[in-house]
């Protein structure tokens, strides 16, 4: 789905981050020093910006903002960064540190080098390379007289300035054309990049001047083959392109024998085992074996998985995938065969089909969730399912056309599940736009007017009603401290309580008692104190009712209940004790009072509506009251319905409990 606004398309689904992978173009880098924090800073050219670089650990410090046109050249002095792009020049403020003044050299086509000493105008020596024209020319500033020349085949040419010959090679620094190399100042490090999209710092720290890699930021050089993500937390990307893996060596091959591989076309990852075997699977280029690989260690596997009875090279491995437990790899041939293997042991166990899967390549091939079904597609416009233990066709439906691809969404992770997304249908002459890649740099050039912006119709907040079905059993949305230890009241006061009670000093009384008589005497503290007379005092007298008891009363005649309840989710524990202890007629309530609560009860559980409360509030009524209730024919008759009504409610819930406990167990264990 897509909106404009002011002519400028987006997404209503997907919208463009960044682009990933991006170092380093054909045009030559700038290095300049910070004085200030005493560093060397590296930029890079990638297109309509450029990248700034911490050359220490090569980690990207900054991204410019974009110009109109690809930057074609780069240059900087003490403080500003220039960038050029069609007949303009841009200046960015960038520092930069320039060492020598006096001698320069210049690279000639031809491959000739000029060393020129421009104070006094004269040609100090000359050199000439066999690697064609001179790309990019520095000098070592660390004390030794070296310099370092660039070429289009990526060789680098170091030679020495005082014997005036050349003392080391650096072949195949870049498979590209060398298109900028700085030594940094008094360092022996040495930037360079080329168009093969790399960025790489060598060390000149060996016996004869000999450079090696240091550090170095790489990416695709080539169009892209196959891109996805691998793990769940979206943070790891797994890319191949058509860029050949120059030498690999794989663990068992005699000799240390290296083996040049083909491009990667399709690849399949997973990695629930990845700590215990290799976990990702590719097809090469008109290749029949399939190579593992290891994301932990970031190096080729141990295997190469193919059929041992083919021996043709005809046939070729087109696609492939992993199993969601990581311990099969399912394999699919140019020829319709569709094999299994073992991903810890390499281990052919089986194919699928008599002879083959399908009578022409395979297209596409996936494997569900639980391992219980293997889809496949075939050439010839058949997909077929089967079973993945015994590999027995289940079900063959015939397609349209020849299907080009295949893709099984086992995480089901689109946005219109988790976000509200305004779907309409489109008009029949609706032509969608085209939308732009992302850049690398931070802010986007194009600002859309906010109050042009107006929200549509359709996008209206979805407001999750308080229950979704009547036929649902709905939890309220109280914190458990409200109820859940309504039972344990008493142990909680009996944990708080001090181990002395706080000491009173005593204190005469305002009115000093006498004894009755002719004389007046004062009473004496035994005197005043009569054995007979009781101390307690019958508080059901003196009472005031709550509003949560009157409550109660009105709903004996208009049966609502509403208000009371919603009284007693507003009290803490205490609260609520004191308000159901107060229902009893020793302390001001009374049985109709009771008979009322128990009718509340009754209406919560017959709405389904905040359960854990009724069972709590019913519990602690209960062990309150249940002295009482056997005495009172009134009470006695509610809780006989309400019982069978409780009793009711959790057969229905234990019979849910119970299935979903059984599918849970049933995952848990069953050989999958």
């Known amino acids: 789905m897509e909106r404009s606004v002011e002519g400028c398309t987006a997404s209503a689904l997907f919208a463009g981050f960044r682009a990933l992978g991006l170092f380093s173009n054909d045009i030559p880098h700038v290095v300049r020093f910070s004085s200030l924090k005493r560093r ?34 780069m240059a900087a002095d003490g403080r500003l960064v220039f960038a050029a792009y069609g007949n303009i020049f841009s200046a960015f403020a960038r520092n930069k540190e320039a060492p020598a003044v006096d001698v320069v050299a210049v690279g000639l086509m031809s491959g000739q080098v000029i060393i020129h ?9 000359k050199f000439r390379q066999d690697w064609g024209p001179i790309t990019s020319i520095s000098f070592r500033t660390d004390g030794h007289p070296i310099m370092a020349a660039g070429s289009p085949c990526g060789h680098i040419g170091l030679w020495d300035l005082e014997d005036k010959k050349l003392i080391n090679q650096m072949r195949n620094a870049h498979s590209t054309a060398i298109a900028g190399l700085t030594f940094l100042h008094r360092e022996p490090l040495l930037v360079t990049n080329g168009a093969d999209n ?25 169009p892209l083959t196959r891109i ?5 937390n979206g943070q790891q990307i797994l890319s191949a392109s058509l860029i050949n893996k120059k030498r690999v060596k794989r663990k068992g091959l005699q000799n240390t024998m290296s083996v040049r591989l083909p491009p990667i076309t399709k690849f399949a990852a997973e990695e629930a085992r990845e700590s215990d075997w290799d976990g990702i699977i590719a097809c090469h280029q008109g290749k029949l074996s399939c190579s593992t690989w290891n994301y932990q260690r970031s190096t080729i596997g141990a295997y190469f998985l193919k059929p041992k009875e083919l021996k043709t090279d005809d046939i070729t491995a087109t696609v492939m995938d992993i199993t969601s437990c990581g311990n099969f790899a399912i394999i699919g041939l140019s020829s319709g065969t569709v094999d299994v293997y073992n991903m810890q042991s390499g281990i052919h166990r089986g194919s699928f089909g008599k002879d083959q899967a399908h009578k022409g390549s395979i297209r596409g091939v996936a494997v569900d969730g639980l391992n219980q079904l293997i889809i496949t597609a075939g050439s010839e416009g058949l997909l077929k399912f089967w079973n993945f233990k015994n590999k027995s066709l ?75 079905n009547e036929q649902l059993v709905t939890l309220s949305l109280l914190p458990e401290s409200r109820w859940k230890n309504l039972l344990n009241l008493d142990v909680i006061k009996k944990k708080n309580k001090p181990k002395e009670p706080p000491k009173v000093p005593k204190s005469a009384p305002f009115f000093i008692p006498t004894v009755p008589g002719l004389v007046p005497r004062y009473a004496t503290s035994e005197q005043n104190n009569d054995p007979q007379q009781s101390k307690v005092v019958n ?17 004996l005649i208009n049966n609502k209940y509403e208000a009371p309840l919603n009284l007693l989710k507003e009290m803490g524990p205490s609260g609520i004790e004191i308000e159901l202890r107060n229902l009893s007629p020793d302390y001001g309530g009374s049985i109709e009072v ?29 062990k309150l ?48």
């Open 198 to 222: 790399a960025l790489r710092i060598w060390i000149f720290d060996g016996p004869t001047g000999e450079g090696r890699l240091l550090r170095f930021r790489m990416g695709h050089s080539a």
């Open 539 to 555: 508080l059901g007298i003196l009472a005031q009712k709550s509003d949560f008891c009157l409550k109660l009363e009105e709903g």
């Open 625 to 672: 009251h249940l002295k009482i209730l056997p005495s009172e024919p009134v009470l006695l008759e509610e809780m006989t319905k309400l019982s069978s009504q409780v009793e009711e409610s959790w057969i229905n819930l234990q019979s849910l409990f119970n299935q979903s406990m059984c599918v849970l167990n049933y995952i848990k264990s069953a050989l999958l």
């Open 228 to 232: 996805r993500y691998y793990g769940q």
């Open 40 to 73: 060397f800073y590296v930029t890079t050219c990638v297109g309509k910006s450029f990248h700034t670089y911490d050359v220490q650990k090569l980690s990207l410090v900054s991204v410019s903002n974009s110009v109109p046109q690809d930057i074609c050249c």
């Open 594 to 622: 009771m008979q009322s609560f128990l009718k509340m009860i009754e209406m919560m559980l017959d709405r389904k509506r905040d359960f854990e409360l009724a069972q709590a509030y019913l519990a602690l009524f209960l």
């Open 394 to 468: 289940i079900h063959s439906m015939s397609l349209d056309s020849s299907p080009n691809m295949m893709l099984l969404h086992r995480d089901r992770s689109n946005i219109s599940l988790y976000s509200v997304v305004s779907l309409r249908p489109l008009p029949t002459d609706y032509v969608p736009s085209v939308v732009m890649l992302p850049g690398t740099c931070q802010t986007q050039d194009i600002d859309i007017p906010e109050e042009n912006v107006e929200p549509s119709d359709e996008m209206i907040e979805y407001d999750s009603p308080e229950q979704l």
């Open 117 to 125: 000493n421009i104070k006094f105008d004269e040609t100090l020596m």
